[in-house]
């Protein structure tokens, strides 16, 4: 869907931002690009709508080089999403949503669908809010505006530059769950910008790792903390394997296969759920063993008693043995 | 009455362009400019309606525009008005968060888009404050070019001077105080209203 060849990317006088960037997007994944501020991961989002172009390079958006494409036309098929400030706070809620839809020159009945359509699905009542200004909203609420906007022309790419950096950690946990449950209902391809590990493991299918404009490590969640590249678990990971290793895993290891006998106990778990969904659903329900399933086929079960036994063993482990890293 | 509006809007005419204008160059031009705009401030009054009736004298021989009445003090009016609108414009457009127009590229505005649906409504009410600020500032000078045979309350209070009656003075100055007074509270209301939006 995006592929970035051999970008390199150098601001005047002599400061390099990208070495070599090569990077493929894949149709309908949240790609997230985690790296420090000064990594190169805003400027690397830039490039797919233009608003930077490669001193080197080409990139590619649906098999065309962009390079060659008109800008203006190429933004308004690209949603894009930044922190709230990112909001014109001189228009009000449906104004600032409209913004794309009225650029492709939509009927003023569409747009108006449209924006109700949008505010319904992101949990914000139409009637009450349209008419506000941003200042008048909730960090919360004018970041799902936010989202809403980037949503609007119902682009197939949207690209998001810590979208979620100015909300408090409760808020932004919620956000973050509302998004990715947005996600699934939608095919669309989302480049995700952040610095937060934690959020570049829930959010992300896959984990783009960038430091000093070099693309270290691509790799899902699950592999990026079992495997990291070396120098980055000295640094970070090392400290919070035990937490991520629960965002990531997931419950399959500790799955009984099914035994025949299915139990019709309401929350179903998949193969997919991990162990800290998991953990938070055996807090709230207070049961012994919950239903694992597939694609509404029953697969197994998952016994409390084993999942904190698994997680126990996780916790162990830690600290690592860092003399088997290679020094 | 007529001079201060023409006058005013003969200044905004040149100053929102110049000020839209400099703000978007990234050149050397801009601080160049807004001294010299400055400058014209600091000459006094007085001195500036002189300099440009003799200037004016100067030039009749290529241009037989007339030396005294509208036209001096038209000249001498919008010079004066230039600068607060100028600078507001410019200060303006560039204290605009360069986040916001970084998001408006993003979404495909093109630059003119930009211009007329974010950086000039977010920057509206500095801009109007320059405005009012170069109303007020008319309404007073105004009363000076009748020196120059502009007419208006200028000469009530200049005749007044030359016969020492208090009356014919005040007869100019206190309307020209309370025109001041009048169109400078509807613009910080006006420019009020645009931030108060917002």
């Known amino acids: 869907m995006i592929r970035f060849k051999g970008i390199w990317k150098t601001f005047p006088p002599n400061h390099t931002v990208l070495e070599d960037f090569n990077l493929e997007i894949r149709e309908g994944e949240t790609l997230v690009i985690l790296g420090k501020s000064g990594s190169g991961k805003t400027t690397a989002l830039q490039l797919i709508n233009r608003l930077i172009d490669p001193t080197k390079g080409e990139v590619f958006v649906g098999g065309k080089n962009i390079l060659f494409l008109d800008p203006i036309e190429l933004r308004r098929n690209i949603g894009y999403a930044v922190q709230e400030i990112g909001l014109f706070p001189h228009m009000t809620v449906e104004e600032n949503i409209a913004i794309v839809p009225k650029l492709l020159g939509w009927g003023d009945k569409k747009i108006d669908q449209r924006i109700d359509q949008l505010m319904e699905m992101l949990g914000l009542d139409p009637a009450k809010y349209r008419k506000r200004y941003p200042l008048k909203l909730s960090g919360g609420q004018r970041q799902r505006i936010g989202v809403a906007r980037a949503l609007a022309a119902d682009p197939p790419i949207v690209l998001m530059d810590e979208p979620f950096g100015a909300l408090d950690p409760i808020t932004r946990e919620r956000t973050q769950k509302e998004f990715l449950e947005l996600k699934s209902k939608m095919k669309k391809t989302v480049v995700f910008v952040t610095h937060d590990l934690y959020e570049a493991v829930t959010m992300g299918d896959r984990i783009a790792l960038m430091d000093q404009g070099k693309l270290l490590q691509v790799a899902t969640p699950h592999m990026f903390v079992e495997n990291p590249p070396s120098a980055f678990e000295d640094d970070f990971l090392g400290q919070h394997r035990f937490q991520l290793s629960l965002l990531t895993k997931t419950i399959t290891e500790c799955m009984d296969p099914s035994i025949g006998k299915q139990s019709a106990i309401s929350p179903r778990l998949s193969p997919q759920t991990t162990l800290m969904e998991a953990l938070n659903i055996f807090r709230e329900e207070n049961i012994k063993a919950l239903p694992v399933f597939s694609n509404s086929s029953y697969r197994g079960e998952i016994r409390k008693e084993k999942l904190l036994d698994q997680v126990l063993d996780l916790l162990m482990q830690e600290p690592k043995n860092y003399e088997t890293a290679d020094r | ?198």
Not at chain 2, 27 to 44: D, E, F, K, N, Y
Not at chain 2, 54 to 69: E, Q, R, S, W
Request: charged fraction near 5%.
């Open chain 2, 1 to 198: 009455m007529e001079l201060t509006f023409v006058s005013l809007l003969i200044a905004m005419l040149i100053a929102i362009p110049l000020g839209v204008f400099l703000a978007r160059s990234k050149g050397r031009a801009s601080p160049v400019i807004l001294r010299l705009t400055a400058m014209i401030q600091t000459i006094p009054g007085l001195a500036l309606i002189a300099l440009v009736v003799v200037v004016l004298a100067a030039l009749h021989v290529i241009f037989p525009f007339p030396t005294t009445g509208m036209l001096p003090a038209l000249i001498v009016l919008v010079l004066y008005a230039l600068l607060p609108i100028l600078s507001n414009t410019y200060t303006g457009l560039l204290q605009v968060s360069p986040n916001v127009k970084n998001v408006a590229n993003a979404m495909g505005m093109t630059p003119r888009q930009v211009l007329f649906y974010v950086e000039i409504p977010l920057s509206l009410p500095i801009l109007i404050n320059g405005v009012r600020i170069a109303m007020v500032t008319t309404i007073g000078m105004v009363t000076l070019t009748s020196l120059v045979g502009s007419g208006g309350l200028g000469d009530l209070i200049v005749q007044g001077l030359r016969t020492m009656q208090m009356g014919l003075v005040l007869a100019g100055t206190l309307p020209a105080a309370i025109l001041a007074i009048f169109f400078d509270i509807v613009l910080t209301k006006v420019g009020n209203h645009f931030t108060a939006e917002c």
